[in-house]
Structure formats: C-alpha cells, structure tokens
T-cell receptor, first 113, second 110 residues
C-alpha cells in the first residue's frame, strides 16, 4: 500500500466516548500533520510532528491528544468531544517541515452527536 | 500574519466552460503560492505552484500566475470537464508554514 492512509474513514461518536483516529504513511517521510477541515472555513493546522517530536500545537483543546509512536504512524485520541468538533480530519506527511509539498490522506469524517 | 482569501460560494458551470477561481493573499516577505485539489472522498493533492513573482504554475490544463502587484494567484482553466469537479484550495507557504484558503467547490455539469 502506498501514500497516506487513514482509518476509520467515518466515525460517529457521542460526547462521552473515547476514540482514536489513525494515520499511516508509506512514503518514508519524517514529518506528519493533523488538519481539521470544517465547512466554510480554511483548513486548520492542529499538530505537527517532526522526527516523532511535536513541534507545533496550534491552541488545540486538550480533548484532542496526538501521539506519534514512530515516523510512519500518527494517532489522534479523542475524548469528551463537542458537536462543533464534527469535521473532516486530515492527516498529511512530508519530508522535512519546510517544503511545500505535503501528501494528504483521504480523511476521517467525524460526527459528534 | 499570513492568510489566503478565496471567493465565496460554490462554482457551477457547464462542460467546456471557462473556469476562474479567485485567490488573494496577505503575507510578509516573499511567499510561495499553491493550488491544491481535493476530489470527492480523497485527500488534498498539489495541483500547481509558483515560487516567485510572475511565475506561472500549470498542470492538467490549469494555470495560475503569481501577481505580486495585486497579491493574487487566480486559478484558470480554458475548458473544464466533468472530471474537474472537486474542491480547490489556494495556499501559501511563508515562515515555513502552509496557510490555506477556505476552498471552492467546483461542479461541472455535462
């Protein structure tokens, strides 16, 4: 399998649930990202990991908790979410963090009920 | 800070029509500019880029010219196809960070 994969593709969860989103990249990249895509809003960068260390956290609420166990995998752990957290969550990877080209996964469509 | 503004609302047009999607930016220094495309059910893909003023990026019949004097990077295609239906995002890279616009849904009708 090539590129950036994300699972699950769709997720419905209640506000008291705990779930995790998974991202895997097969490109040999050393940087990974989480973005939030909401309707009628610009793409929002949430977290950046470079060489498995978090290098950026853009004021994301603590109910979102990222984890990067190695350079190929990235998780986003979710707990006590709010309905306004419903969105498409996109994972991306790149070689280094200064280049323009990020490869995106297909996203996880999250609905919080 | 750096930001990108795209025209409001979806764009619906007939096959073989001319497509323009406006993009303007605000940035310090000399950013690089990009257009990304997101096809249904997929992630974003880089469509084209321009790294300095007056550069023209092109790919798959799409073009955009980096206009520093008007801080714009409008996307154009002379004759769209149904397969061009997607969401298009304008983006810039400045200070080693990518900033995206809101995106425009393009629907091409046969």
């Amino acid at each position: 399998e090539t590129g950036v994969t994300q699972t699950p593709r769709h997720l419905v969860m209640g506000m008291t649930n705990k779930k995790s989103l998974k991202c895997e990249q097969h490109l040999g990249h050393n940087a990974m990202y989480w973005y939030k895509q909401s309707a009628k809003k610009p793409l929002e960068l949430m977290f950046v990991y470079s060489l498995e260390e978090r290098v950026e956290n853009n004021s994301v609420p603590s109910r979102f908790s990222p984890e990067c166990p190695n350079s190929s995998h990235l998780f986003l752990h979710l707990h006590t979410l709010q309905p306004e957290d419903s969105a498409l969550y996109l994972c991306a990877s790149s070689q280094g963090t200064s280049g323009p080209l990020q490869y995106f996964g297909p996203g996880t469509r999250l609905t919080v009920t | 800070g750096n930001s990108v503004t795209q025209m409001e609302g979806p764009v619906t047009l007939s096959e073989e029509a001319f497509l323009t999607i406006n993009c303007t930016y605000t940035a310090t220094g000399y950013p690089s500019l990009f257009w990304y495309v997101q096809y249904p059910g997929e992630g974003l893909q880089l469509l084209l880029k321009a790294t300095k003023a007056d550069d023209k990026g092109s790919n798959k019949g799409f073009e955009a010219t980096y206009r520093k004097e008007t801080t714009s990077f409008h996307l154009e295609k002379g004759s769209v196809q149904v397969s061009d239906s997607a969401v298009y995002f304008c983006a810039l890279r400045g200070n080693n960070r990518l900033a995206f616009g809101k995106g425009n849904q393009v629907v091409v009708i046969p």
